[in-house]
């Protein structure tokens, strides 16, 4: 009588799907002014030659978001992990990405945030203000 458990304790197992090819992913937020095109040729032209970045498939960049002050974008390319380090490559073509799109003169805004005051808080700032630049020192 065999048992299906006897089998797989007896024999050796192939695992199809492990690979040493993961997938790795960086967003990085640019300009609504920028071109987002040319955004894209930047981010493959810096990533493409890092050491460990897989040529296929190639890296792929999708608008994941479009954010209160930036269009975020997500960067996806494949690493060999076990030629390189996996967070190791991830570090290295975040910081190509970072300078690739500096050096293109995109902006990456941070996050912009509007504070509205009632007209009662911005008098009190006002005379805080005031009165403190009257004041001399002792």
Known sequence: MHYPNQQVFQKSVVNNTDSPVRRS??????????????ARQVIVEAVTPIKGVEPEPPPLILVQELAPSTVQLEVRFWVNSRRQSFLQVTSEASQAIKEALQAAGIEMPTEIYTLSFRQGAIDTISAIVTEGGDKEES
Not at 25 to 38: E, F, H, K, T
């Open 25 to 38: 992913d960086v967003v990085v937020g640019i300009d609504y002014d920028a071109d987002i095109n040319a």
